[in-house]
């Protein structure tokens, strides 16, 4: 089974912070990458698809990048909304098994 | 609009089972994998498995093996969740999700179910 792995697991920011999550796979997956963010109560969101496509509706300052084991997923001027939990999840392997990376919490400084 | 409609909180006993219906309306049914994550309270999200709605073909998450049934009835557009033996630790908010295809994950879920296991 292909591993996910977050970094870091919680984060401290200010905003209008810039922060970038990183996320790990055990073996390549090219680009079959998926960010999410979840809020408390919450069902997730579904932010950024195949590593670097932005869902129609998402803020521009969510951005996705990377190819192959590593990831990053990077907000460019925290707003206080997006103070939450972010998780990455490949879809990559046939047939599908869409494992998710631990989460990274991220709090207000 | 897409809508993905899941049954409501259950309390269930260790060893007992639990059946966790999502209802989809809004689009045609047979035509997206539904697929089932929980999560554990305090605890990241976990993947269980998907259904083929068109075909009734599975696929589930090693951990699950032999102890989750996922169903579709296809008359009232619903996928359903079966996961048996309960134990202290299935105690979690269970989601269903549309499978937009390997490339764009889920856009659509459910609003979850809290299941919890207790004696």
């Known amino acids: 089974d292909i591993q996910m792995t977050q970094s870091p697991s919680s984060l401290s920011a200010s905003v209008g912070d810039r922060v970038t999550i990183t996320c790990r796979a055990s073996?390549?997956?090219?680009?079959?990458l998926n960010w999410y963010q979840q809020k408390p109560g919450k069902a997730p969101k579904l932010l950024i698809y195949?590593?670097?496509s932005l869902l129609s509706g998402v803020p521009s300052r969510f951005s996705g990048s990377g190819s192959g084991t590593d990831f990053t997923l990077t907000i460019s001027s925290l707003q206080p909304e997006d103070f939450a939990t972010y998780y990455c999840?490949?879809?990559?392997?046939?047939?599908?098994?869409?494992?998710f990376g631990q989460g990274t919490k991220l709090e207000i400084k | 609009q897409v809508q993905l409609v899941q049954s409501g909180a259950e309390v269930k006993k260790p060893g007992a089972s639990v059946n966790v219906s999502c209802k989809a309306s809004?689009?045609?049914?047979?035509?997206?994998?539904i697929h089932w994550v929980r999560q554990a309270p305090g605890q990241g999200l976990e993947w269980m498995g998907w259904?083929?709605?068109?075909?009734?073909?599975?696929n589930y998450a090693q951990k699950f093996q032999g102890r989750v049934t996922m169903t579709r009835d296809t008359s009232i557009s619903t996928a359903y969740m079966e996961l048996s033996s309960l134990r202290s630790d299935d105690s979690a908010v269970y989601y269903c999700?549309?499978?937009?295809?390997?490339?764009?994950?889920?856009?659509?879920w459910g609003q979850g179910t809290l299941v919890t296991v207790s004696s």
């Open positions: 999840q490949q879809s990559y392997t046939t047939p599908r098994m869409y494992t």
């Open positions: 195949g590593a670097s």
């Open positions: 999700a549309r499978d937009e295809g390997p490339y764009q994950g889920y856009v659509y």
């Open positions: 073996q390549s997956i090219g680009t079959y």
């Open positions: 809004g689009y045609t049914f047979n035509g997206y994998y």
């Open positions: 259904i083929n709605p068109n075909s009734a073909g599975t």
